[in-house]
């Protein structure tokens, strides 16, 4: 038997100690973690913790992102949670 080792990869990303946490709904609640998953074949741990933090952005998220990029720095408060 040949072992395959399973990588995982995750991101965090802080500003102003404040973090980036994907939201997640599981049979044991509502949970909080960083962006993160397994390293796909072929694939650089980098590539793979950039693919894993794209997947789990909102469009809210990307247009922070953005603002933040583009020199627009807005205070996180002005962010809010709303229901589905």
Known sequence: MIWKPSVTVAAIAERDGRFLL???HTNRGQRFNQPAGHLDP?????QAVARETAR???PL???CIDDYLAGRRLPLDVLHHHSS
């Open 22 to 24: 994907v939201e997640e």
């Open 56 to 58: 789990h952005r909102s």
């Open 42 to 46: 072929g694939e650089s741990r980098i």
């Open 61 to 63: 998220v990307v247009r």
